[in-house]
């Protein structure tokens, strides 16, 4: 609608979208079995497991990396420091998908990172409120 690209905007869209792509990747890493012998090609089926959970933790670190950028070049420290209220969530959900065999176990760590997801998006915005 303007023509441009707002910086900001691009940065919030990457962090919030590595988490809602998570939610993605977790669901084909819990059914790659299923999806193998009935013909799907997610990333988890053409790539293999150890890549599927390599694609997990990336997507669940990339957010609070990217959040640097809030603190330079935006000068706005508040939405790189009200997102680590999810860091420790995420950090959980990486080590069990690093750890557990896909499968039905993986819905709860589905949960969890709906979890990180709102917590994320709930401790940006109470960090628009730190100066």
């Known amino acids: 609608q303007?023509?441009?690209?707002?910086?900001a905007a691009v940065l919030l869209g990457l962090q919030?979208?590595?988490?809602?792509?998570?939610?993605?990747?977790?669901?084909?890493?819990?059914?790659v079995a299923e999806d193998a012998t009935t013909g799907k090609r997610t990333l988890a089926v053409r790539f293999g497991v150890a890549w599927a959970r390599g694609?997990?933790?990336a997507l669940l670190w990339l957010p609070f990396i990217l959040g640097i950028l809030w603190m330079w070049p935006?000068?706005?420290?508040?939405?790189?420091?009200?997102p680590v209220l999810a860091w420790p969530l995420a950090r959980s959900v990486a080590a069990r998908v690093r750890s557990e065999d896909p499968g039905p176990g993986h819905n709860f760590l589905l949960a969890k990172t709906g979890l990180v997801l709102l917590t994320f998006a709930a401790g940006f915005h109470i960090g628009s409120f730190i100066k």
């Open 16 to 31: 919030i979208g590595a988490l809602s792509t998570a939610l993605i990747a977790i669901n084909n890493l819990r059914d």
């Open 2 to 7: 303007t023509g441009r690209w707002d910086p």
């Open 74 to 82: 935006f000068g706005l420290p508040g939405f790189a420091i009200g």
């Open 55 to 57: 694609e997990v933790a």
